[in-house]
């Protein structure tokens, strides 16, 4: 085996699937080094992009075949859901009046007092838009998911106080899955905007003056949302697995990082009161729960992916013994 | 498979419309049908054949192992040419109507070339 062909074969080993790496690597090996001078060393950088983008399509081509791309527009509809139903009851903690007890200055945005309220303002018009306008859903969903991000800059510049990054981050890993909600009825996109209203109009009478972020209520607030939203993903995984279809099962899998960022709080003050006998949130503490969640849901998700595509049976033709890809696959003889 | 279809598409059509082909093949044949504009590189033409298979467009013709490696020859389906038929029959209307407009249009008038001073 030449030099030239090790290494095209390791680049197919990096960007491709396993299972299609077994059904065409030397095919693909062959096709390359048949155009190939007879002096070429090593592959060009046309060549890596060309296998790169190859990669990438078969990834998303292996996630076709599956009950993958259903669960993800499943997961994406359940995250914005959520992702509103917290923009709405975040809008309503901010807005509420400061309790008369406050008398020190608390720098503000004309009569709002955190930047916060901008952020859970463009998720609202992001959910109306998701339900009104479906081709507008994605770009407005883009320009919350920036300003859940520019608000951490923004408030260092202006000092006037913005939401925590335990509550941004989640709110930004709900946003990012809800952008692959994608096509759907209209009945289904009403869903954020009812959970939404749902949620304002159940945290309203709890809360008469405004509270900061830190207190009890916010952290409640975000486990009974983290718990809602795996029971909701359970519930839809069992149901739709009795009828035979995987899709509740992805969009679970896909929910758990989102699920265990949103109950970092509690999460985090579970393991460190065990640990180290800390029965506060504090931000190291957080930090660290919030890794990792993010590494252990994404594991999971890998290897479910993995063992997916390890016991997929392959359809082998009866006369040559060659897979046979596709759907339906065609007549091959 | 959604129409018009896309020139590389079109042209690995064309190329399989002629005889069973392998990748190296397929490659050189398209480039030839396009006078060197169009050149496939093997990630994309395989991604292509995949999206053409799964479609019903494109088969499997037979292996051939050649200095211990694996080729594997393709060929155009009956749906693959009725497609291809289809797709041909679009653009030929379309080629008549534009030939017949240009042909009502005044003969286009060259660019007079610009003289510079200094050759004046």
């Known amino acids: 085996m030449s030099t030239l062909e090790r290494r095209y074969q390791r680049l197919i080993r990096l960007f491709y699937p396993a299972g299609y790496r077994r059904e065409r690597e030397g095919e693909i090996v062959g096709t390359y080094l048949d155009l190939a001078a007879p002096d070429k060393k090593r592959p060009s950088w046309r060549e890596v992009a060309d296998l790169a983008a190859g990669g990438v399509r078969q990834h998303v081509r292996a996630t076709e075949v599956t009950e993958l791309r259903p669960g993800l527009r499943l997961a994406g509809l359940l995250a914005m859901a959520t992702a509103t139903a917290l923009a709405a009851m975040w809008a309503l903690i901010e807005t509420a009046p400061l309790s008369p007890e406050i008398t020190r200055h608390v720098p503000h945005v004309g009569p709002f007092r955190a930047l916060g309220i901008g952020v859970w303002g463009l998720w609202l018009l992001a959910a109306f838009l998701f339900a009104l306008r479906p081709q507008w859903s994605r770009p407005a969903i883009g320009v919350a998911l920036i300003a859940t991000v520019a608000v951490v800059p923004l408030s260092a510049v202006t000092e006037v106080s913005r939401p925590p990054l335990f509550i941004l981050l989640p709110q930004f890993v709900l946003g990012v899955l809800a952008l692959a909600a994608g096509h759907m009825p209209r009945v289904e996109r009403l869903i954020p905007l009812a959970v939404g209203a749902a949620a304002a109009a159940i945290l309203r009478p709890r809360i008469d003056y405004a509270l900061i972020y830190f207190s009890e209520t916010p952290r409640f607030v975000m486990t009974a949302t983290g718990l809602i939203l795996l029971t909701v993903a359970l519930l839809l995984a069992a149901a739709l697995g009795m009828t035979g279809r995987s899709r509740g099962g992805w969009a679970l899998l896909l929910l758990l990082g989102p699920i265990g960022l949103v109950t970092v709080p509690e999460l985090s003050v579970a393991i460190t009161a065990n640990l180290y006998d800390e029965h506060n949130a504090t931000y190291r503490g957080m930090a660290a729960t919030a890794a990792l969640v993010i590494v252990t849901a994404t594991g999971l998700l890998l290897v479910a992916l993995a063992l997916h595509q390890r016991l997929r049976p392959h359809t082998r033709c009866a006369a040559c013994g060659s897979p046979i890809r596709g759907k339906t696959p065609p007549a091959h003889v | ?120």
């Open chain 2, 1 to 120: 498979m959604e129409t018009p279809l896309r020139e590389p598409t079109f042209l690995i059509l064309t190329a399989l419309a002629g005889e069973p082909l392998h990748g190296y093949g397929l490659i050189t044949e398209v480039s030839r049908l396009s006078d060197g504009r169009v050149t496939l590189r093997p990630g994309t033409l395989y991604g292509a054949l995949d999206r053409l298979v799964d479609a019903g467009l494109v088969e499997v013709d037979h292996e051939e192992v050649v200095d211990s490696r694996l080729r594997r020859y393709y060929r155009l389906s009956p749906q693959g040419g009725t497609t291809l038929a289809a797709e041909t029959e679009r653009m030929r209307r379309n080629v008549e109507a534009a030939t017949a407009r240009l042909r009502r249009l005044p003969r286009p008038q060259l660019p007079r070339p610009q003289l510079t001073e200094g050759w004046t």
